[in-house]
């Protein structure tokens, strides 16, 4: 499946951003489709997921309550709202998508996604 992200820019704290991820070439529903983001210097992190009915969530402890996956299985497009946002959200933000369409106990792990989008730059200033 081929991922194409869009939404990024620049907010000030306390802001929010909506991120989209647009899939193709795939049967959209058969995939966990899953945000992470990459701070510069650091590790690409788990940021939430969604599975492919839409009926299950995770999130990253650091975005619960903040952060709003979604998913529109009819556009083949997953958002990210992101509210509450603080400096330390700066990050490029990526989608990706892994069969089976059921999270599990790797769902978290960036190393199980075989399919990325290009990244999308979020910038949060204080």
């Known amino acids: 499946v081929q991922l194409v992200e869009s939404g990024g820019g620049l907010a000030q704290a306390g802001g929010s951003l909506r991120l989209a991820c647009t899939a193709s070439?795939?049967?959209?529903?058969?995939?966990?489709m899953a945000w992470f983001r990459q701070a510069p210097g650091k590790d690409r992190e788990f940021v939430a997921a969604?599975?492919?009915?839409?009926?299950?969530?995770y999130y990253a402890d650091s975005v619960k309550g903040r952060f709003s996956i979604s998913r529109d299985n009819a556009e083949n497009t997953v958002y990210l709202q992101m509210t509450s946002l603080r400096p330390e959200d700066t990050a490029v933000y990526y989608c990706a998508a892994r069969w089976p369409p059921d999270l599990t106990s790797q769902t978290r792990l960036a190393r199980v996604y075989n399919d990325w989008g290009q990244g999308t730059q979020v910038t949060v200033s204080s």
């Open positions: 969604i599975n492919g009915r839409g009926r299950s969530i």
């Open positions: 070439q795939g049967t959209f529903t058969d995939y966990t």
